[in-house]
């Protein structure tokens, strides 16, 4: 992870041609759910970031985790972000570890409004314990490691996401 960037101001140029937004969010937060429903609502085209790179590499994440390590996957992931952020009007779901690395946060709030969407540990630990596919960072923990491992997840990652 990158040092925690400077804060920035809430207002989004009006200069800013395109529209994009990323939905940063905590683990298991159902960003494409989110994602989908306003790309409907406001006309744009929806991008899951993690199924786009698992499409590119005919891989999945968890897969990617195992073969290239986390700092394979993570340029992998950055790679497509400045990839898809070049398109016009997208809406742009993106994981939770994506706005920590390199300069993604930044190039983020750059390239368009970047918004960080959030609920409770308890929440994102439920979720994580139930959901069909088991995430690389947190796969094999017991409920109580699950929450330790997300509290202090959370805990470096929130310098990030108030960046949005």
């Known amino acids: ?9 809430n207002a989004v140029a009006s200069s800013k041609s395109n529209l994009f937004v990323s939905i940063l969010k905590r683990f298991s937060f159902a ?26 590499f ?7 985790f195992a073969t290239i390590g986390e700092d394979g996957f993570r340029r992998r992931e950055r790679n ?10 997208v809406l ?6 994506t706005p920590c690395f390199f300069d993604n946060m930044a190039y983020m709030n750059e390239r368009g409004v970047a918004v960080f969407l959030t609920c ?36 470096q990652r929130l310098p990030y996401y108030t960046q949005a």
């Open 1 to 9: 992870m990158l040092p925690v960037p400077a804060k920035r101001s």
């Open 92 to 97: 742009i779901a993106t994981g939770g570890g």
């Open 120 to 155: 409770s540990v308890e929440v994102i630990c439920h979720r994580l314990m139930i959901a069909k596919v088991k995430r690389p960072l947190v796969e094999g923990c017991t409920p109580e490691e699950l929450h330790h491992k997300v509290t202090t997840m959370l805990e």
């Open 31 to 56: 960003k494409s759910v989110v994602g989908r429903a306003l790309s409907r609502r406001y006309g744009l085209t929806h991008i899951d970031l993690d199924w786009r790179i698992e499409q590119r």
């Open 80 to 89: 497509m972000l400045h990839e898809v952020a070049e398109f016009d009007n």
């Open 58 to 64: 005919h891989q999945k994440i968890s897969d990617m």
